[in-house]
């Protein structure tokens, strides 16, 4: 019987930019359509495969945020936390720091803590079985220098990723599947080890370049434009609403 894939969630930065906006609960907890944001992404991830979440976040945040209790609600007992006292050198890092979680055999998945992808987990993973690949990064058409980019060679198979820089059409949503936890966490430490940086960051989709380099098939599973919605921001957020039919969040300032 295979092991439960591990769904990864980096949660750990200060989610500043909701608060001096002027909104009443701390990012994780802002409501979206009577749930919080935290919630509808793990609704949005979770496949039908059986799964084990790992979430990182600030220490304080699990405390005062009660996380334990609106994970277990959630996930049962099909989750675990890492904990953290500050802030890490990037994403990469971050989830390393839940490397001991992250079993050597599993398929990993890594994604973002704030964006909805209109499509299926469940589907995303059946592909990545059905296509032997070592990593499969779900992808939709942009050309902003906000996102990162895989170029692909002629037979769909990736040969870069770049942070922030559009080397192809194909813009990484920000979930990113790795056949195994070795693969993975072998991969962040020969990235980390060459302090291989993008704005002093270590982002996690150049991980797959170190497994590119060693011959891995990295493979793409691309939405359209519109399946994708960062709510990162206070801006994604309100035109997530605004997408989504319109919606005035109970955390949203007084206007």
Sequence with gaps: MSSPVNIVVPMAGRGSRFADAGYRDPKPLIDMFGKTMIEAVIENLKPS???????????????EYRLESLFRRRLGTDWDCVQLDGLTEGAACTVLAAEHLIAAAAAVVVANSDQIVDCSMTDFLEEA?????????????????????????????????????????????????????????????????????????????????????KNGKVGIWEIAAEAMHGIGTPEDLEAYFSFKG???????PAR
């Design 129 to 213: 079985v059905r296509s032997e690949v070592d990593g499969l990064v779900m992808t939709f058409p942009a050309t902003s220098t906000k996102w990162s980019y895989i170029r692909l060679n002629e037979a769909g198979f990736g040969v870069e990723i770049a942070e922030k820089r559009p080397i192809s059409e194909h813009a990484t949503v920000g979930i990113y599947h790795f056949a195994s936890g070795k693969a993975f966490k072998d991969s962040a430490r020969s990235m980390i080890a060459k302090n291989l940086r993008v704005n002093n960051e270590f982002y996690v989709a150049p991980i797959y370049n170190q497994l590119i380099e």
């Design 49 to 63: 495969q059986p799964s084990k979440f790992i979430f990182i976040c600030q220490r304080e945040h699990y405390r």
């Design 246 to 252: 319109g919606y005035t969040s109970l955390s949203v």
